[in-house]
């Protein structure tokens, strides 16, 4: 076992208040509160991570978390609000309303050579739970930026590994040595793509290099926390950034193995165009805070996986709603050995993609379910995106607009509404529309 302490050595630069852009009034005031009441208990204590950094930026921060001297169980008796969670890693929650102020004891990343993570000793968790210093605090956290301390001593800012720096230059660069970082936990690297798309940094060369041959390790990664973090890469605004980005590193394939190989293999480039469109369109939701759902991204992000192996089963013969099914629980059931999406997400996802072969039913009966479905929504959206990669459902598009709207002017109005009766195809596949075709690129 690699010893797990990076190889740097922490020297403090305090950067005083009017050096630097955080100002008290664009933090919490229950954080504020933690902080102070921390101080008067006699602990240290500070604003750190992401907080410091996207405030230095700029950015409003989603959650502020505090590092302090104080044990778990010395935060606690300091407040009535909080409750202590985590078994090996014994974090701190001080909850204010629907706020929760995460405080976390100073910790190292040591290696006690025993390999045990569960080891106790003195009350502490050995390995990767050991309390210790503000400077052990900030060398096992992952990149420079991250690792920057608040104080409402004086209102400065502790940097013990150039981060401050790092954040001026909009750099994202891993503390220690790249490679041994990101083997201690290959979910590093999905972060320092997901921040540099959020932050709109540049990674570090030095901390870029080792990623894409390194990049197969994610899928020893815990399934879970892959699902969080698909989430928070894609459904944080800045999705379409974050794709490029997992692209570039040769990420993408190895996150999302088949999805990447289908759009590989579609030459004219329709599948990765409905992806990213699908994207755009999810970002533009998130600034305008608009809701965004995990089956409707999901759908998007495996859609070329589905209509490859829905390809495949096609050219075997399988008709097409067999087809659809079983393409549908294979790209589930593969998907699901990397990322653990629950089932609350998947099934809705497989119901988008089900619905698709059904735009192009125009039988009153059939229009009606369908709208009534409450997956109708989300499926014509996703038909929408589909333009992207193909000009041939406008027309279905226009139909299902209309439809919503008025289903019987709808159906009146259609080209299609021809079909019943005579023609072969209609004999063949009477409940069938005659123009209907298999789900392809796009
Ligand atoms: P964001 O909140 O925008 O997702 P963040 O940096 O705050 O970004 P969190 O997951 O909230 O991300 O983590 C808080 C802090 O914990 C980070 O800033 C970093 O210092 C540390 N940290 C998080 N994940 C890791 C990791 N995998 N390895 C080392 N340190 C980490
Ligand atoms: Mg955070």
Known sequence: MPNDIPSVTPVLRTIPRDQHTISRKDISASALRVLYRLREGGHEAY?????????????????????????????????RNCRLIGRRFRLAHVVFGREIIEVATFRA????GSGDRETHEGGRLLRDNVYGTIEDD?????????????????????????GFED?????LKLIGDPETRYREDPVRMLRAVRLAAKLDFDIDPATAAPIRALAPL???????RLFEETLKLFLSGHGVASFKGLERHGLLKAMFPEAGAAMEANRSGALRAVVLEGLRGTDARVAADEPVSPAFLFALLMWPAYCRTLMTLQAQDVPPADAQRRAADRVTVHE??????????????????????????????????????????????????????????AEDIAFWREAQLDPDMAIAHSPMDDWEGDGDDAQRTPRRRRRRRPVTTG
Request: hydrophobic share 45%; proline share 5%.
């Open 138 to 162: 900030a060398v096992r956290r992952d990149f420079t930026a991250n690792a920057l301390y608040y104080t409402i001593d004086d209102f400065s800012v502790r940097d013990y590994l150039g």
């Open 218 to 224: 994610l899928s020893e990664a815990a399934p879970a």
């Open 336 to 393: 699901l050995a990397t990322i653990a999406v629950p089932r609350r997400f998947s099934l809705p996802m497989q119901e988008i993609w089900l619905l698709q072969s059904r735009f192009g039913l125009r039988q009153r009966k059939r229009v009606m379910r369908m709208i009534a479905h409450p997956r109708f929504r989300a499926a014509f959206d996703f038909l929408q995106v589909r333009q992207a990669g193909s000009d041939e459902h």
């Open 167 to 171: 954040v001026q230059n909009r750099v």
């Open 47 to 79: 604003l750190v991570g992401g907080a410091v950094r996207d405030l230095l930026v700029g950015g409003s921060p989603k959650d502020f978390d505090v590092a302090t001297s104080a044990t778990p169980e010395e935060v606690k008796s300091l407040f």
């Open 109 to 112: 990343n040591v290696d006690d």
